[in-house]
């Protein structure tokens, strides 16, 4: 099988991602032998296209030019897919699904046309059409994609227990109950202040954790120490100051080159990898990878906290964009601050997305329906999203 892969479009393209979905989606069709050329272009040439070939003036999203009539056999060149990198971008927009996600659909609605099906000579065939095109993303997606999941922070059952001083609720018992819920792993934020989580808490964390530890943490010599002497799955760094309710922005990567390559080469020795938490700008995940991070993980709370839905969107693309720079960078991408039952499927969606951190929203509604419930319930979304 030969997928000729070719980005005209001037755009950053995931294309190893979108070659091996091409592989994938011919194997799926049972045209694992034959060969595919696809090329990603823009909207004044892919209307050129449209003008020419088919008397349409204008930009369209995908176009498909069969080698052969009707169904083809196995073994021969099926012909040529043409997308639009910005209709497609547009499209995305408009129907809340990622880019990459909007690539792949046109991909596979353009493979589907050089296999012989098609949705203009009538409704029954529109329909089989679409419901085709339903199944292959709904197979690709369950072999291909990375799976977000869900790791609940429980700090704030701490912040309770600090509410009274005394010795319940007790985090690390909550943390068993979300892992039993579904959670995938538990995040902890050892402040400097101690604030909510204690020594005890994060010590007894390791020692619990069944599924995986991320402490989240400042870059003070004390908490690095106490990181590197209990050894977490990970560590997240995040910037910390005294005064505020929660951590507010993310880490500035690029001004503190020097401090934080120096802590994340002391977590390496102990092979504890590092996530670094950022805002949503291409210059501070490159500022990461210089560092040598592992992951990043993007801050989500501008998104969330967006006052209406053109600034919620512009919020979301920013994200979008980041994760995606990262992940084509080679890093690993996770993301939240913020995410609520509301907020948290349109990020789940992202295919660059390994690990959603969710803390505030899951602990306000676990105080009302029980926390099994409210974890089994944000797992659901995350899930569902990714579909
Ligand atoms: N990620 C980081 C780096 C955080 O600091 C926090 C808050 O502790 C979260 C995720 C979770 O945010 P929230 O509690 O708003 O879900």
Do not use: W
Not at 94 to 119: A, N, P, Y
């Amino acid at each position: 099988m030969t997928v000729l892969l070719r980005n005209d479009s001037g755009e950053k393209l995931r294309t190893r991602a979108l070659a091996g979905s091409c592989r994938h989606l011919l194997r799926l069709c049972g045209q694992e032998g034959s060969e595919l050329s696809v090329v990603f272009t823009n909207d004044p040439a892919i209307q050129a296209l449209n003008g020419q070939y088919r008397q349409r003036d204008k930009a369209t999203n995908v176009l498909s030019f069969p080698q052969q009539e009707g169904e083809p056999d196995n073994g021969l060149m099926l012909g040529d897919i043409v997308i639009s990198v910005d209709t497609a971008a547009r499209e995305a927009r408009e129907q809340g699904q990622s880019f990459h996600t909007r690539l792949q659909k046109l991909l596979i609605h353009g493979l589907v046309h050089l296999l012989g099906m098609d949705h203009e000579r009538s409704a029954a065939e529109a329909d089989l059409m679409r419901r085709r095109e339903e199944e292959l993303y709904q197979q690709l997606m369950k072999e291909g994609r990375l799976m977000p999941h869900l790791a609940i922070n429980v700090d704030h059952i701490a912040t309770l227990r600090q509410a009274r001083g005394i010795d319940e609720p007790d985090p690390v018992l909550a943390a068993g109950i979300c892992e039993l819920a579904g959670a995938c792993g538990i995040v902890a934020h050892l402040r400097e202040d101690r604030r909510h989580m204690q020594d005890r808490d994060i010590r007894l964390l390791r020692q619990t954790v069944k599924t995986k530890l991320n402490m989240e943490m400042g870059a003070a010599p004390e908490i690095i120490a106490i990181a590197l002497d209990i050894h977490p799955d990970m560590v997240t760094l995040v910037p910390e100051k005294r005064q505020e309710l929660t951590t507010e922005g993310g880490l500035d990567v690029a001004g503190q080159h020097k401090k934080i390559s120096r802590v994340i080469k002391d977590m390496h020795q102990e092979n504890i990898p590092v996530s670094l938490f950022i805002d949503p700008d291409q210059n501070q995940v490159q500022a990461a990878l210089e560092a040598g991070a592992d992951f990043v993980e993007i801050h989500t709370g501008r998104y969330c906290d967006a006052e209406n839905e053109d600034e919620r969107n512009r919020e979301f693309d920013l994200v979008a964009e980041a994760a995606l720079f990262a992940y084509n960078q080679g890093l690993r991408v996770n993301a939240g601050h913020g995410l609520n039952y509301q907020t948290t499927a349109r990020i789940a969606a992202l295919d660059s997305i390994e690990e959603l951190s969710i803390g505030h929203a899951v602990m306000a509604r676990a105080i009302i329906t029980g926390l099994t419930e409210a974890v089994r319930e944000m797992a659901a979304i995350i899930r569902q999203a990714a579909l």
